[in-house]
């Protein structure tokens, strides 16, 4: 298939005859607009279903991964119910897509890594990201529960102690420090990252290719049997974006100020 005719805001090339790298690339530190959103659940189908693919990359054009959600789309979420339910539904979409499609997926992170595209990242069969790389999942900075890819893969790859320090309180990761504790499968230094992250998909497309696939089936029984947590994360997160919090986290990221959240009592 042509997927540059399909897709707007992912670019595509060939590192390896039988390797597609997909780069998230919208000209605004890579934020998962509404379009982006959308194409980052289509892609895995279509990967999945391509058979001159046998392993994707996926990464960020220019010196960031993806710096989250677009703001823009995050304030249509919190006025229009019509779209916070179909984000609502991409985002569970997008989790699975990444975790059923059979094709094993590598990811390379540089700069800063947030949100929806860190779901990519860390959903990644093999993740790796520079020594320097800014991690941080950001859901509760913003007013709403930790939900995307949180509750269904931190507390397996890093331990609930970690994963809840880091899910509760936002603070950043540095790639070297994620590799440490277990978040991700590499670190590695800036100069580096394009190279091993081709050599490690090249590895693999190359490799035995029912082996690999059922491998990460089985191992992604892991994932799905977490499936009740997740959903119920993402429902608390959905329903988070019709509450006051999330309208003083948005306006305190767009006037660039610590946030002033209202007192609650009644969760």
């Known amino acids: 298939m042509s997927y540059e005719d399909t ?46 693919v046998a392993c994707a990359i996926i990464t960020g054009a220019g010196a960031m991964f993806s710096a989250g959600g677009d703001f823009e789309m995050v304030r249509a979420i919190t006025e229009d119910f019509e ?9 569970k979409d997008m989790v699975y897509g990444i975790i059923n499609c059979r094709k094993p997926v590598v990811s390379a992170m540089r700069g800063v890594a947030v949100g929806a595209g860190l779901v990519c990242g860390i959903l990644a069969d093999v993740s790796i990201a520079t020594k320097e790389c800014k991690i941080t999942d950001g859901h509760t900075r913003l007013g709403v529960a930790a939900g995307d890819h949180a509750a269904i893969i931190w507390p ?35 100069g580096e990252l394009d190279e091993r992250a081709v050599k490690v998909a ?27 947590a997740f959903e119920a994360s993402l ?15 948005l306006a305190s990221h767009l006037e660039k100020r610590k946030p002033s959240f209202p007192p609650t009592t009644e969760v």
């Open 156 to 190: 397996l790859l890093c331990g609930m102690a970690k994963a809840k320090y880091y899910l509760l309180t936002c603070d950043l990761l540095t790639g070297e420090e994620a590799e440490r504790i277990g978040l991700i499968s590499l670190a590695v230094e800036d």
């Open 83 to 91: 779209t916070r339910t179909r984000v609502w539904r991409e985002a």
């Open 235 to 249: 429902a608390m997160e959905f329903m988070g974006f019709s509450g006051p919090e999330v309208k003083e986290g």
């Open 7 to 52: 897709y707007q805001r992912l670019r595509f090339d060939r590192p390896h005859p039988r390797v597609l790298r997909i780069t998230m690339d919208n000209g605004k530190m890579n934020t998962a607009d509404a379009i982006m959103h959308g194409e980052l659940v289509r892609i895995w189908r279509d990967i999945d279903g391509d058979d001159s």
């Open 202 to 228: 090249s590895r693999l497309a190359d490799g035995a290719q029912s082996a690999i696939r059922w491998t990460k089936h089985a191992l992604n029984n892991w994932l799905r049997s977490a499936g009740p």
